[in-house]
T-cell receptor
Framework: KAGVTQTPRYLIKTRGQQVTLSCSPISGHRSVSWYQQTPGQGLQFLFEYFSETQRNKGNFPGRFSGRQFSNSRSEMNVSTLELGDSALYLC?????????????FGPGTRLTVL | AQRVTQPEKLLSVFKGAPVELKCNYSYSGSPELFWYVQYSRQRLQLLLRHISRESIKGFTADLNKGETSFHLKKPFAQEEDSAMYYCALQVAGNTGKLIFGQGTTLQVKP
């Protein structure tokens, strides 16, 4: 099976802009989780989507949003970018997001905000 | 609040030496615990999980609920074990959410 893919791999934006990141899960996986990874805060959970619905959410401001399509592909959007949003954004897919599942991670999208 | 603590940022050992990567968690219930590994230029991948009780690449981890720990151990380190190791926690009902520790870089010297 093909692994989790994320596009684009690298992005450079300026403050105030918005950005959309894409994640294609492993075929048959219905749960997609998003994480932000920074040197200072480490890996932090953003949100999880399942069957086109946001089912779980971390402690991030409303500028961070996402959606999931009927084919389980997911997008994450960050509006009004701030310098502190520079990070590696990882998505992970699993069968249904339960604790008995394994999350499989994508390679990440490296976002740089100037 | 649930939390995972990995007290060592860097652990450096010689090839053939025993390895123990420490992980402590805070959660009053029964957690699901994982170790993820990231080798250089590769994506984050699952190494093992406590519910499986299996040994992967010679690594084992035992859940100690009394000490709220899930330390990762290997009796004889190999150079190819050099990587970043993350301990993670998931709570039942908290779908899709892994809570990660800050990670420990394991450096195995020849």
């Amino acid at each position: 099976k093909a692994g989790v893919t994320q596009t684009p791999r690298y992005l450079i934006k300026t403050r105030g802009q918005q950005v959309t990141l894409s994640c294609s899960p492993i075929s048959g996986h219905r749960s997609v989780s998003w994480y932000q990874q920074t040197p200072g805060q480490g890996l932090q959970f953003l949100f999880e989507y399942f069957s086109e619905t946001q089912r779980n959410k971390g402690n991030f401001p409303g500028r961070f949003s996402g959606r999931q399509f009927s084919n389980s592909r997911s997008e994450m959007n960050v509006s009004t970018l701030e310098l502190g949003d520079s990070a590696l954004y990882l998505c992970a897919s699993s069968l249904d997001g339960r604790t008995t599942d394994t999350q499989y991670f994508g390679p990440g999208t490296r976002l740089t905000v100037l | 609040a649930q939390r995972v603590t990995q007290p060592e940022k860097l652990l450096s050992v010689f090839k053939g030496a025993p390895v123990e990567l420490k992980c402590n968690y805070s959660y009053s219930g029964s957690p699901e615990l994982f170790w993820y590994v990231q080798y250089s230029r590769q994506r984050l991948q699952l190494l093992l999980r406590h519910i499986s009780r299996e040994s992967i690449k010679g690594f084992t981890a035992d859940l100690n609920k009394g000490e709220t720990s899930f330390h990762l151990k290997k009796p004889f380190a190999q150079e190819e074990d050099s990587a970043m190791y993350y301990c993670a926690l998931q709570v039942a009902g908290n779908t899709g959410k892994l809570i990660f520790g800050q990670g420990t870089t394991l450096q195995v010297k020849p």
